[in-house]
């Protein structure tokens, strides 16, 4: 009896901290169990065994900031079936999409020794501003749990069952007081999507947006709230620039709150 290939499963980084693709090395026994059932052909961070292309899954985390990084994730699309991207860099530009509010040539005179030596786009931004994008899976970093019914899914030829909804959802499952009421602590869980399991509300600690925009997320409504709980614009402007500030409608809301004198 003829046996059928295993599906073969390339991950990729560009501009990014590694965080996503440590959390896939830290799903430990079921890395075991999916490693039986796939061959990880191209992985980097795991293996110096790096295997050419095609593949029938790409995991890509991290965003583009070079015209290097450009070319290269057009190579990657071209030599994937199915092509994933993972965490906050590689779906809104990360971190690094602060860069995109202010002049880039700045921050490399100030880092650098050598500016002229640095070469580097004038934004940072994500995967699918330059290639088709098939699933996205948020956060900083994503969930091991979410990450691994991806897999599943792709590999199974369903669609992920992977929720949108908010964070204060989890709250309300966890038995959470929600701490902008009982606390006036200002909380980004009413416009962020969940993933974490609403971690920082459970400890006390308003959200911090790590998975970006829920579905049709009202932060204009938000920001009023923050507002009546003292909170000024500087603070809702910095709270919307974070791990997702190119992520719409955070962008958005954080623009609204710029001061105009110094817009970053």
Not at 206 to 229: I, S
């Amino acid at each position: 009896m003829e046996t059928r290939p295993r599906p073969r499963i390339a991950v990729w980084k560009f501009a990014s901290c590694d965080g996503c693709q440590l959390s896939l090395l830290d799903c430990e026994d079921q890395l075991l169990a999916l490693a039986a059932a796939v061959e990880i052909a191209n992985f980097a961070e795991a293996s110096s065994t790096l295997r050419p292309g095609p593949y029938d899954v790409s995991l890509v985390e991290g965003s583009i900031t070079t015209a290097h990084d450009a070319e290269r994730i057009r190579a990657v699309r071209a030599a994937s079936r199915q092509l994933v991207t993972i965490g906050a860099c590689a779906t809104a530009g990360g971190i690094q999409a602060l860069r995109n509010f202010a002049d880039v040539a700045d921050y490399v005179a100030a880092v650098y020794a050598t500016p002229a030596y640095i070469q580097t786009l004038a934004t940072s931004t994500p995967i699918a501003a330059h290639v088709t994008v098939d699933f996205a899976l948020h956060g900083c970093p994503i969930d091991k749990t979410q990450l691994l019914e991806m897999i599943s899914a792709l590999l199974a030829g369903r669609a992920p069952q992977i929720p949108r909804e908010t964070v204060c959802t989890d709250c309300k499952r966890r038995g959470t007081a929600c701490v902008m009421v009982a606390h006036g602590t200002p909380c980004l869980g009413p416009v962020t999507a969940s993933g974490c399991g609403a971690i920082c509300p459970a400890f006390g600690r308003g959200c911090y947006g790590c998975f970006g925009p829920a579905e049709a997320a009202n932060t204009a409504a938000l920001a009023t709230a923050w507002t009546g709980l003292g909170a000024d614009r500087r603070a809702i402007h910095r709270a919307f620039r974070t791990f997702n500030a190119a992520a719409e409608p955070f962008r958005q809301e954080s623009d609204a709150h710029a001061d105009q004198d110094h817009p970053g």
